[in-house]
């Protein structure tokens, strides 16, 4: 029997049936992670012996594969190839009456994304020049960061309890203030529809592997399709309540590396608000492990 003719005979009551033409339709999606999934494939039942029928139906199809949200999170990490990196910011620290005051700090990191060392050095206003906080970002650390104040001459140890802490006064905490370790989370799929400033994203939930790692019960970031970076986040805490609301936009490419020139941090039980512009961003500088210990830390730059 030919291929053909065994397909003939499919459908209720042997009816013939014939495609014209037999469609088989493969969509490749290139994506931060490649994925690919198949269209149903419809033939149309032959006029002859069902007259009265004009639509398509499915002769067969292939199960939907959504894109798995773990290697979409793995995408986003990888894009990141520097070795090291530095740039400036300027802080924007809007109170609920609208009032601003401005911070800048210059931002330096060593290693990759998630597994990396972080150093934050504010430079402006004079009353915060000098203070710096040191991260250690990676798996299984459970000291990770640490807080140099000059008034006091002074290194401390921020504890677990502290991360939920607002960094000097911003809507950042100091939490935020790190970079995530992506083992620290597990990942599910949630959505594939929700646009972004414009762009198609795959909304993802992120929980906790356990509940020291993070500040936060869950999260949900949104990842565009087509290129593979968070540009929103909603951060909820231990009652299950909106905390605090990411946005990163402006995105740009620098030596093949994505970054937002803009971000924003809001705390919607608070009223406020803090946006951060990055500027002087630089990759592979030849940055060295000890400029990224306690001792580094108290040498004001």
């Known amino acids: 029997m030919r291929k053909h003719d065994r397909i003939s005979r499919l459908g209720p009551?042997?009816?013939?049936?014939?495609?014209?033409?037999?469609?088989?339709?493969?969509?490749?999606?290139?994506?931060p992670l490649i994925w690919s999934h198949i269209q149903v494939v419809y033939c149309q039942p032959h006029p002859a012996t069902h007259p009265l029928t004009s639509d398509l139906r499915p002769l067969t199809s292939f199960p939907y594969l959504p894109p798995d949200a773990?290697?979409?999170?793995e995408g986003v990490y990888r894009q990141d190839t520097s070795r090291d990196s530095s740039w400036r910011a300027?802080?924007?620290?809007?109170?609920?009456?609208?009032?601003?005051?401005?911070?800048?700090?210059?931002?330096?990191?060593?290693?990759?994304?998630?597994?990396?060392?972080?150093?934050?050095?504010?430079?402006?206003?004079?009353?915060?020049?000098?203070?710096?906080?040191?991260?250690?970002?990676?798996k299984g650390v459970s000291e990770r960061q640490?807080?140099?104040?000059?008034?006091?001459?002074?290194?401390?140890?921020?504890?677990?309890?502290?991360?939920?802490?607002?960094?000097?006064?911003?809507?950042?905490?100091?939490?935020?203030m790190a970079e995530r370790v992506?083992?620290?989370?597990?990942?599910r799929l949630i959505g594939m529809s929700d646009l972004m400033d414009g762009r198609k994203t795959y909304k993802i939930e992120a929980k906790p592997v356990?509940?020291?790692?993070?500040q936060y019960k869950f999260s949900y970031l949104w990842v565009v399709q087509d290129l593979p970076y968070v540009v929103h986040a909603e951060m909820y805490d231990a009652r299950g309540r909106?905390?605090?609301?990411?946005?990163?936009a402006d995105l740009d490419r620098i030596a093949g590396i994505w970054i937002a020139r803009r971000v924003e941090m809001t705390t919607p039980s608070e009223g406020t608000r803090t946006i951060l512009k990055i500027d002087d961003v630089r990759f592979n500088l030849g940055l060295k492990p000890d400029q990224f210990t306690q001792q580094a830390l108290e040498k004001a730059e």
């Open 13 to 31: 009551g042997n009816p013939q049936r014939s495609c014209n033409p037999l469609l088989v339709a493969f969509t490749l999606g290139f994506i």
């Open 70 to 73: 773990r290697k979409i999170m």
């Open 90 to 138: 300027v802080m924007d620290v809007r109170d609920k009456k609208g009032v601003v005051r401005q911070k800048q700090f210059i931002f330096r990191k060593l290693g990759s994304l998630g597994d990396s060392k972080t150093l934050v050095r504010f430079t402006d206003p004079p009353e915060v020049r000098g203070v710096g906080l040191l991260s250690i970002n990676r």
């Open 146 to 176: 640490w807080m140099y104040t000059p008034a006091i001459q002074r290194i401390r140890r921020i504890a677990p309890q502290e991360r939920s802490r607002k960094f000097l006064g911003t809507d950042f905490t100091n939490e935020d």
């Open 182 to 187: 992506l083992d620290d989370f597990e990942y």
């Open 210 to 214: 356990a509940s020291d790692r993070t």
């Open 242 to 248: 909106v905390a605090r609301i990411y946005h990163a």
